[in-house]
């Protein structure tokens, strides 16, 4: 699991709680389950009425990414472009059919695989390219969905202490009742406001941020690939996809040997 995402939620929740404990002495003054029903029921049908079904639940799968890490292949992809270009260079382009199989990565396979059937880096870089582009497309919805969320929350949230005014409103002959009352009608907007920007914004931003970095790497990949189909000199290949290590801050220089 990630645990400075978890660790940062988890944190995150139990401040709230505790400032309530000592501001209150009541934690369950904010335990409202009708508050919690609007805000969330509210805020997940008017994303789903947004988005549709499908996608929503796309989205949710995607939660997956921030709390259970996901292995960094970088260094191992750039190797094996490294690897391929030495390759290619001793043994020619269509010497690659020979060792595709071998390659791991789907995006790295499949550009190798143009490099061989294709005698044309521009069109090769234009394929790749509406490749990258579409993907990007595709997994940005699911940000937007959480930033949806983030803006939805809020709304319902004084949805549900305006509603829960209009029935304290009956008790104004009784101050006391009066004021517990609207105190849990603001517990709602509390909801709002919390799981917009503890929970569904911060999710959107660093979904975007994981598909940043997955773009960016399939970026370099269809740069090693052009530079591997003209034929261009394994170290100066290695000098331009160092500089992806360096912007990541590897701490071990990748040099990479040959498969014959």
């Known amino acids: ?46 994303s789903i009425v947004n988005f549709g079904m499908q996608i929503f639940l796309n989205a949710l799968k995607s939660i997956g990414e921030i709390f259970v890490p996901q292995k960094d292949t970088s260094s191992q992809i750039i190797a094996d472009i490294i690897e391929i270009a030495y390759y290619a260079r001793r043994n020619g382009i269509f010497a690659l059919e020979n060792v595709i199989e071998q390659i791991e990565d789907n995006f790295l396979r499949r550009g190798v695989q143009l490099c061989i059937d ?19 497309e595709q997994e940005l919805i699911n940000s937007r969905v959480f930033e949806a969320l983030g803006g939805y929350a809020p709304t319902f949230g004084i949805v549900g202490a305006v509603m829960g005014l209009i029935q304290v409103m009956s008790s104004m002959d009784n101050m006391e009742v009066l004021g517990k009352g609207i105190a849990t009608a603001f517990v709602a907007t509390l909801y709002g406001v919390g799981f917009a920007n503890l929970l569904f914004l911060p999710i959107a931003g660093n979904l975007k941020q994981r598909l940043r970095e ?47």
């Not at 929740?13 to 409202?32: H, T, Y």
């Not at 880096?121 to 990007?136: F, M």
């Not at 290695?238 to 990748?254: D, G, M, Q, S, T």
């Open 214 to 260: 997955k773009i960016l790497l399939k970026e370099v990949i269809l740069q090693g690939i052009i530079s591997i189909h003209m034929q261009e000199n394994p170290t100066i290949i290695e000098e331009k996809l160092l500089a992806y290590v360096k912007f990541h801050n590897k701490r071990h220089p990748i040099r990479a040997g040959v498969k014959e």
């Open 118 to 136: 294709i005698n044309n880096p521009q069109l090769i870089h234009d394929i790749l390219e509406s490749e990258i582009a579409y993907e990007e």
């Open 1 to 46: 699991m990630n645990k400075s995402a978890s660790i940062a939620l988890i944190s995150g929740i139990l401040l709230i709680l505790a400032v309530q404990q000592f501001e209150a002495g009541s934690i369950g003054m904010i335990l409202q389950p009708i508050a919690l029903l609007i805000v969330l029921g509210g805020t997940i049908c008017a």
